[in-house]
């Protein structure tokens, strides 16, 4: 059975519905991660699991206990919160020993266990500091280690990355996951980023409008999105009318949709198997270093390619006529609810 | 885990329940305290002077000739004095927040002296200065200048204008200093003339706070009984009017007071509603990345600039500054002698020391329950926001609008009749202080939770406390220092109370003010001034405590 479950969870307030029948399972030492634009209902659910929010139906079990049965301060859930919620009249390790007072843990291993968990946010320096005077960065660095040091039973982290510069979100997002693996707990993430979702996590669960869309590893997410919100909101992807440029018409099918890099520029080497081809004007050319941007207009269809890896004399002026190419198998198809259909491919 | 699986499957059980008994006190508090004298004060205005129903008394108020001037006339004060406070203080906000004026500290401390100088002390100074036999009259006389002396209207008028300004000084400063430096210049880059862009850009920024502080003086001013009652010389308004039916030695009037008191409230009502309407959409909130810069005049803008800021500064705490002066001339009896003494002070220890004494515990007391119950109260207030406690905020609106003589009308007329006597003792006193000055510690504690941020009391449950805990361990220790500043602030108010303490006093809770009124009456001058110093001595201690906790704040005085 799983860690922690997640069954027919329903919040409503007054007439609007945050949450609406969202059920998931998270195992043991996973990083869950909760993905969608804001109101999707991901931190009320995060929330609801932490006891600041209840939920109107619904269950929720840890380890197989009821949780809704225990108040919020005897869940053992640690939590590390988006303004991350340092009290600033206590200093580093004040804040960080806060937890482990209130489990009546000795004196002196509430000592070895702060200085252990300030060595492992690499904040051992700034032990007896206020933390006024620290970063955001450093702040939220507080915040995990106060948060993982009482060894709880489940990690929730509520966009703890989105207050922070672009940088630092990178090095904290990959620190947040090295600490996590270290100490096997499993952990939920919320975040509305989808390329921190992609990069964090074990599984993810894409949100909208208080419902599951889909839930998978990121690879699944990404190549297979389950619905056609997934597929636009996790990355780019362009959507065409299941009619456009004479594509393989098939039942059930109220668009087509393939991602601008497995969109190619045709050129005399392009392999065999981008057999679909189709021809248009360029509207605009970006250039992005690692890669390059195409926006074309073809048949009264705007499409995004992506060229990786540009040479640097690469430029190509607005207007020009250039053709596409793609590999069919490359499509992805959603019905008119826009839910993902398979159809028979030609090869 | 045993602990966790025998809690009982009860979601509602982790809401302490504690908050609700608050809530449920509150409303005891303001029922006993406000809602039922209030409608005493209502019932009452609607009887005859035999006990009978009718509506004879407010067929009086717009009848009779006397009380429709008294309503003309506070009419008359209120806009008059906003009119003087708003020019005066405008014309401080706009050169101390934007020039670089020499002395400002000074300035602003000159500021607070205005704003706690002692009721009645305030008439009483410029009696000495300007009044018939006035020390700078007389001079003026000496050489030639006729100078009528400051009784009547326009006396009263230039009092408020220099009792009231820094309330719109305060506050439209602190707008002023606090808008976006990049926005008048974004106006200038758009071509507007240096005159357009105050009047498009900065004029509507500050009108916000310029209202506020005009309303608090206009509130003010139709609330101000001693002013009127020294200077004006027959001039008389509602809240004379409403103290004079009230305290009448013979046919003692309570049903016209309560009606006096009724119009009064309806009064500076209509104008917090006007007020509210005015700024209903302009809550500006600016970012501060380009604070505006300071401007260094110079020749004769500079002198002007100056002249105006130390004219102002030292007319609004020429009150104070006098009341120090007189307090060590020598004395024989009531009558001033040439020189200096201490006669005053030592008549004070040797007779006043309970009045001295009565001040001090009176004030202590109503302050702790201020802050007891004001943060409960504010902490209600800003965490549950529910129709229930929203009601709440909006009663405890109320007091704003009460002026002191009414609050003490209203317990007269409350408690003066089983089942609840309290008249003549000091509880009433206490309570009346208390009442008056909740709302501020409300107001000032729910802001202050308000910048904590729940996810602070969240963070410390997640880690194991109880919500009570959580409260106790890391809300208070963080609202602390607002709730102590807000405290001394109380005090000052508190022990500077005179209007309600007017009405209620009996011989033995005479408070410092209430002598102070007393003595002047008496011709008394030394005992007056001595006792104002000492009452601005207290609350300048009370004050730069605040302002220690606090950081330097003086719209936080208001």
Not at chain 1, 67 to 90: C, E, K, N
Request: proline residues 5%; aromatic residues 8%.
């Amino acid at each position: 059975m799983a860690y922690l479950q997640v069954d027919g969870a329903i919040k409503r307030y007054g007439a609007t519905t945050a949450l609406d029948g969202v059920s998931f399972a998270v195992g043991k030492g996973e990083f869950f991660t909760l993905l969608g634009p804001s109101g999707c209902g991901k931190t009320t659910l995060l929330r609801s699991i932490a006891g600041f929010s209840q939920l109107s139906e619904g269950r929720i079990d840890l380890d197989g206990v009821d949780l809704l049965a225990v108040p919020p301060h005897r869940r053992d859930i640690g939590m590390v919160f988006q303004d991350y919620a340092i009290f600033p009249h206590l200093t580093v390790a004040e804040n960080v020993a806060f937890g482990l007072k209130a489990r009546k843990v000795p004196a002196s291993a509430i000592r070895e266990r702060v200085a252990e968990a300030l060595a492992t946010v690499r904040l051992a320096a700034l032990a007896d500091r206020l933390p006024a005077a620290l970063s955001g960065g450093q702040q939220q660095r507080i915040g995990i280690a106060r948060a993982m040091v009482v060894k709880p039973r489940l990690l929730l982290m509520d966009e703890p990355l989105s207050n922070l510069d672009a940088k630092l979100r990178l090095d904290l997002r990959d620190e947040i996951r090295a600490i996590q693996r270290t100490i096997g707990i499993a952990a939920i993430y919320v975040t509305h980023d989808q390329e921190e979702a992609l990069a964090i996590s074990d599984r993810i669960c894409v949100m909208d409008g208080g419902k599951v869309e889909q839930i998978g590893t990121p690879q699944q997410i990404y190549g297979q999105p389950a619905t056609r919100f997934v597929a636009s909101f996790v990355g780019t992807m362009n959507l065409l009318p299941p009619s456009a440029f004479g594509l393989p018409s098939s039942d059930g099918v109220a668009h087509w949709a393939v991602r601008p890099e497995r969109l190619r520029l045709s050129e005399a080497d392009t392999p065999a198997q981008f057999a679909f081809s189709l021809t248009g004007a360029v509207e605009h050319f970006t250039y992005l270093g690692r890669e390059a941007h195409l926006t074309v207009s073809a048949q009264g269809h705007r499409l995004v390619a992506q060229i990786a890896a540009p040479p640097p004399d690469l430029s190509i002026e607005a207007g020009r006529e250039i053709q596409l190419a793609l590999d069919l198998r490359d499509l992805h198809a959603f019905d008119s609810e826009g839910r993902r259909v398979t159809v028979g491919r030609a090869a | 885990m045993s602990a966790i699986a025998d809690t009982p499957r009860q979601r509602s059980r982790w809401q302490p329940d504690f908050w609700s008994l608050v809530a449920f006190a509150a409303w005891a508090i303001l029922i006993l305290l406000l809602l039922m004298p209030l409608s005493l004060v209502l019932v009452s205005s609607f009887r005859d002077e035999s006990g009978g129903l009718s509506l004879a008394n407010w067929q009086r108020l717009f009848t009779s000739a006397r009380y429709f001037n008294a309503f003309v006339n506070t009419l008359i004060v209120g806009f008059g004095g906003l009119a003087g406070a708003l020019l005066l203080g405008s014309v401080m906000a706009f050169c101390m927040a934007r020039l670089q004026i020499a002395g400002s500290r000074l300035v602003s401390m000159l500021a607070i002296l205005a704003l706690v100088s002692p009721p009645f002390i305030g008439a009483y100074s410029w009696i000495v200065l300007f009044g018939s036999g006035g020390i700078v009259r007389q001079t003026l006389m000496s050489w030639g200048i006729f100078m009528p002396p400051i009784y009547g209207v326009w006396g009263v008028l230039i009092v408020f204008a220099f009792k009231f300004y820094p309330y719109v000084y305060l506050l439209t400063s602190g707008a002023l200093a606090n808008i976006n430096r990049s926005l008048e210049e974004a106006a200038e880059n758009l071509g507007l003339t240096p005159f357009q862009r105050v009047m498009k850009v900065s004029f509507p920024l500050v009108l916000p706070a310029l209202s506020a502080g005009g309303l608090l003086a206009l509130i003010h001013a139709i609330a101000d009984f001693g002013t009127p009652r020294l200077l004006g010389r027959g001039f008389n308004v509602l809240a004379t009017e409403a103290y004079t039916a009230y305290s009448a030695e013979i046919g003692s009037n309570l049903g016209m007071a309560t009606t006096l008191s009724l119009a009064l409230i309806l009064l500076s009502m209509v104008f917090v509603f006007i007020q509210r309407f005015m700024s209903r959409r302009n809550v500006y909130h600016s970012n501060l990345i380009n604070r505006p810069e300071k401007v260094r005049l110079r020749g004769f803008a500079n002198v002007a600039a100056h002249a105006a800021v130390y004219f102002i500064a030292l007319g609004g705490a020429m009150p104070a500054i006098i009341a120090a002066i007189y307090s060590v001339r020598k004395t024989n009896g009531p009558v001033f002698q040439p020189g200096f003494g201490l006669e005053s002070y030592s008549r004070i220890i040797a007779t006043l020391g309970d009045v001295v004494r009565n001040s001090l515990v009176f004030s202590g007391v109503a302050v702790l329950l201020i802050v007891v119950v004001g943060t409960l109260i504010g902490c209600l207030v800003a965490r549950r926001n529910t129709v229930q406690t929203s009601l709440l905020d909006a009663t405890l609106m109320v007091p704003y609008v009460m002026p002191g003589i009414v609050v003490g009308v209203a317990f007269i007329a409350a408690f003066n009749t089983p089942p609840l006597v309290m008249t003549g003792t000091a509880t009433i006193i206490i309570l009346s202080v208390f009442i008056r000055r909740l709302p501020y510690a409300v107001r000032s504690s729910a802001a202050a939770l308000r910048q904590v941020g729940p996810s602070m009391e969240e963070a410390a449950i997640s880690l194991g406390y109880s919500p009570v805990k959580a409260f106790l361990r890391v809300t208070i220790p963080l609202i602390a220092p607002g709730i102590i500043a807000g405290a001394m602030l109380s005090f000052v108010t508190a022990i500077n109370e005179l209007s309600s303490s007017l009405v209620l006093y009996v011989g033995g809770t005479v408070t410092m003010p209430v002598k102070i009124y007393i003595a002047i009456n008496d011709g008394d001058y030394g005992t007056a001034a001595s006792l104002s110093t000492i009452l601005l001595v207290l609350s300048g201690a009370a004050i730069y405590l605040a302002f220690r906790l606090l950081g330097r704040d003086e719209r936080a005085l208001l």
